[in-house]
C-alpha cells in the first residue's frame, strides 16, 4: 500500500507539471517539458529563465525601495491662489528702546553702581538694582560679559514681568497713527502688547491667547499676550483676511522715539526697531528672526507667500514618510496648535528647565516652574546653542539631553505658510516736512519711522505635498515588469495557485480511479484462468 501511494504521488507531481508546462500563460514555461526539446534546449530555456526571474526581482525590489522610502513628491499646485483666501500675516514690533528714562535712566543708573560697588567696599544699597536686574535680561551677551556685575548683587524674589511692563514705553507714545486698507485708526487698539525675550512688543493681527496655548498647561501669574477685541459690531476678530494685493490694501504703521530714552549701553550701537513677520497661529520669537528697522527711514516690505499644503493622498501616509505633521498628530505640552516655531519654543523651554532649573520669564510655563533670575542668563544664552547644534563636535555630549532634543522632532506642519519680503526704504527728512508746517520745535524730541507691509501680487502658486508612489502604482509597476520579463499577468499568477492546489487533487482522483479500474480489469481476467488450473 505504501509502494502505491507514493508512486500516485509521484505521477500526480509529474502529471500536473506536464499539464501546466503544456498550457501555462508564463513565456517560456512550455520549454521546459516538451519531448522533442533536446536536453540542452531545456536547460537553455531554464537558463533564459532564471535570469529572467532573476531581473525582474531586482526591479521589482528597487520599486520597493523607492516606494516605501520616497512615497511623497512636493509639486506646485494645479491652480494659483489668491491673497484674499489667507490670512494677511501677524506682524510684531520690538523697539530697541526698552525704558523711559524717567522711569529708569539705565546708563546713569549703571553707572553709579560701578561707582558705590568699586568705592563702597564691592557693595550698594541703592533702590534701582532690582529694575536694573529686570531690565539686564533683555540686553545683549556684549552687555553681560562687559557688565557681569549684576549677576552676583543679592537676588531677590522680584516680578520680573511686572517690573518690565511698569517701565515698558508708552504704547500709545510708541505707536502712532496706522492704516489698514485706507482705514486710519489708532495703533495701540490694535496692536497689542505681547511678551517675548525681547521684552514687551507689539503685536497686529495675532490669534487671541486661548487659541494659540493650552490655557490649561500655563500658569496664572501674567499673560503672554492682550486678547484682540472688536469696537464695532462690522469689526472682524483677529486674524484679519487679507483684502488683497498692493499698498492700499497692506499695514501702514507710524512710529515715534523720544530721543533722550534711546539707550546704548544695553542693546549696543543698533538702535531703532526689530520687526517680525510670521503666522498669525505661530508664537514670536523675536530674537531668533527679525527685521532691523532703523530710526528716521521709510520701509516698503512687499509679501510673497511661500504656502505649503498637503494632499489626502499624502496624508493616509505617516509622518514618517511624509515629513511633517498634522495638528491632530504632535501634541504639544503649551501649545493648542502645532507648527514647527511652536514646537521649537517649547522644546527650548524643557530643555532650559532641565539644564537651568528655571525657564526665562518670556516662556510657556506651569504653576510649578520657576523663573530664572538674572545669574542664569549665561545658562539660558547657552542652551540655545545646545538645541539648535546638537551636531557640534567640539560641545561635551550629555547623552539625556541629546535624547531629549532628539524627542523634540520639531518637523513643519502639514499646513504652513512663510514670507519672502523685498525691501525699500528711503530717509525721512523730518525736519524739512516740520519747517513747512510751522512746527520748529518738535524735530529734534522724536524719531519718525514709517513701516508699510504689503502684498506684492494678487495670486500666488502654492506649493503641495502629494503621493509620488501609492499602493496603487506599485502594483502597477509591478505588474508591468512582470510582463516584460515574464509575461505573468495576475490570471498567470491565479493559474499558478490552481495548479498548486486544486489541480492535483482532480488528477490524483482521475489517476486513482484510472489504475483501480485497470487493476479490476486484469483481476478480471486472470480469473478464469486460475479457475481452469484448478
Given at each position: 500500500m505504501p509502494t502505491f501511494r507514493r508512486r500516485l504521488g509521484r505521477s500526480v507531481r509529474v502529471e500536473v507539471f506536464r499539464e501546466y508546462c503544456a498550457n501555462s500563460s508564463i513565456h517560456g514555461v512550455r520549454y521546459f517539458d516538451r519531448d522533442e526539446r533536446t536536453t540542452c534546449e531545456r536547460f537553455w530555456w531554464l537558463v533564459v529563465f532564471l535570469l529572467s526571474m532573476l531581473g525582474c526581482c531586482v526591479m521589482i525590489y528597487k520599486t520597493y525601495v523607492k516606494w516605501n522610502q520616497a512615497p511623497i513628491i512636493v509639486t506646485f499646485s494645479e491652480k494659483t491662489t489668491?491673497?484674499?483666501?489667507?490670512?494677511?500675516?501677524?506682524?510684531?514690533?520690538?523697539?530697541?528702546?526698552?525704558?523711559?528714562?524717567?522711569?529708569?535712566?539705565?546708563?546713569?543708573?549703571?553707572?553709579?553702581?560701578?561707582?558705590?560697588?568699586?568705592?563702597?567696599?564691592?557693595?550698594?544699597d541703592r533702590e534701582s538694582i532690582d529694575q536694573l536686574k529686570a531690565v539686564a535680561q533683555l540686553c545683549n551677551t556684549l552687555f553681560h560679559s562687559k557688565y557681569n556685575l549684576l549677576q552676583y548683587?543679592?537676588?531677590?524674589?522680584?516680578?520680573?514681568?511686572?517690573?518690565?511692563?511698569?517701565?515698558?514705553?508708552?504704547?500709545?507714545?510708541?505707536?502712532?497713527?496706522?492704516?489698514?486698507?485706507?482705514?486710519?485708526?489708532?495703533?495701540?487698539?490694535?496692536?497689542?502688547?505681547?511678551?517675548?525675550e525681547e521684552g514687551f512688543c507689539y503685536t497686529f493681527n495675532m490669534m487671541p491667547e486661548e487659541d494659540i496655548f493650552r490655557k490649561s498647561s500655563l500658569h496664572a501669574d501674567y499673560t503672554y499676550t492682550e486678547s484682540w477685541f472688536s469696537f464695532s459690531e462690522n469689526e472682524t476678530l483677529a486674524p484679519l483676511y487679507a483684502r488683497g494685493a498692493g499698498l492700499h490694501a497692506g499695514l501702514t504703521l507710524f512710529l515715534r522715539q523720544i530721543k533722550e530714552d534711546v539707550d546704548y549701553m544695553c542693546t549696543g550701537?543698533?538702535?531703532?526697531?526689530?520687526?517680525?513677520?510670521?503666522?498669525?497661529?505661530?508664537?514670536?520669537?523675536?530674537?531668533?528672526?527679525?527685521?532691523?528697522?532703523?530710526?528716521?527711514?521709510?520701509?516698503?516690505?512687499?509679501?510673497?507667500?511661500q504656502m505649503m499644503i498637503t494632499s489626502q493622498s499624502a496624508?493616509?501616509?505617516?509622518?514618517?514618510?511624509?515629513?511633517?505633521?498634522?495638528?491632530?498628530e504632535r501634541y504639544l505640552r503649551y501649545f493648542n496648535i502645532y507648527n514647527q516655531e511652536n514646537c521649537e519654543l517649547e522644546c527650548?523651554?524643557?530643555?532650559?528647565?532641565?539644564?537651568?532649573?528655571?525657564?526665562?520669564?518670556?516662556?510657556?510655563?506651569?504653576?510649578?516652574?520657576?523663573?530664572?533670575?538674572?545669574?542664569?542668563?549665561?545658562?539660558?544664552?547657552?542652551?540655545k546653542?545646545?538645541?539648535?547644534?546638537?551636531?557640534?563636535?567640539?560641545?561635551?555630549?550629555?547623552?539625556?539631553?541629546?535624547?531629549m532634543v532628539d524627542r523634540c522632532n520639531c518637523l513643519?506642519?502639514?499646513?504652513?505658510?512663510?514670507?519672502?519680503?523685498?525691501t525699500t526704504q528711503t530717509t525721512l527728512d523730518l525736519e524739512k516736512f516740520l519747517r513747512v508746517n510751522h512746527e520748529y520745535d518738535r524735530s529734534d524730541k522724536f524719531y519718525i519711522t514709517t513701516i508699510a507691509i504689503y502684498f506684492k501680487e494678487s495670486y500666488f502658486i502654492t506649493s503641495k505635498r502629494s503621493e509620488l508612489y501609492g499602493w496603487v502604482d506599485f502594483l502597477a509597476n509591478c505588474g508591468g515588469l512582470l510582463g516584460l520579463f515574464m509575461g505573468v499577468s495576475i490570471?498567470?499568477?491565479?493559474?499558478?495557485?490552481?495548479?498548486?492546489?486544486?489541480?492535483?487533487?482532480?488528477?490524483?482522483?482521475?489517476?486513482?480511479?484510472i489504475e483501480k479500474r485497470d487493476t479490476n480489469e486484469v483481476q478480471n481476467v486472470m480469473l478464469p484462468v486460475i479457475t481452469k488450473r484448478e
Open positions: 489668491p491673497v484674499w483666501d489667507i490670512h494677511f500675516p501677524a506682524i510684531t514690533i520690538c523697539p530697541e528702546t526698552k525704558v523711559h528714562t524717567k522711569t529708569l535712566n539705565f546708563t546713569a543708573e549703571m553707572n553709579a553702581l560701578l561707582e558705590d560697588y568699586n568705592y563702597i567696599n564691592g557693595t550698594s548683587l543679592n537676588e531677590t524674589d522680584e516680578d520680573v514681568v511686572g517690573m518690565l511692563k511698569n517701565m515698558s514705553l508708552s504704547r500709545h507714545g510708541t505707536l502712532g497713527l496706522c492704516q489698514y486698507c485706507n482705514q486710519y485708526t489708532i495703533c495701540g487698539e490694535h496692536l497689542k502688547e505681547t511678551l517675548t550701537f543698533s538702535q531703532g526697531y526689530k520687526l517680525m513677520i510670521h503666522d498669525p497661529g505661530e508664537y514670536p520669537q523675536v530674537s531668533m528672526r527679525n527685521m532691523r528697522i532703523p530710526f528716521g527711514h521709510e520701509i516698503s516690505i512687499a509679501l510673497k507667500p496624508a493616509d501616509f505617516s509622518w514618517e514618510k511624509r515629513q511633517c505633521f498634522f495638528n491632530h527650548l523651554t524643557n530643555v532650559t528647565q532641565a539644564i537651568c532649573g528655571c525657564v526665562r520669564f518670556s516662556m510657556p510655563r506651569s504653576n510649578d516652574t520657576k523663573v530664572c533670575p538674572l545669574s542664569m542668563f549665561h545658562c539660558m544664552s547657552d542652551v546653542w545646545i538645541v539648535y547644534d546638537i551636531d557640534d563636535p567640539e560641545r561635551p555630549v550629555n547623552e539625556e539631553i541629546t535624547a513643519p506642519a502639514c499646513s504652513s505658510i512663510s514670507y519672502d519680503v523685498e490570471l498567470s499568477l491565479l493559474e499558478l495557485c490552481y495548479y498548486i492546489t486544486i489541480r492535483p487533487f482532480s488528477v490524483r482522483s482521475k489517476i486513482a480511479s
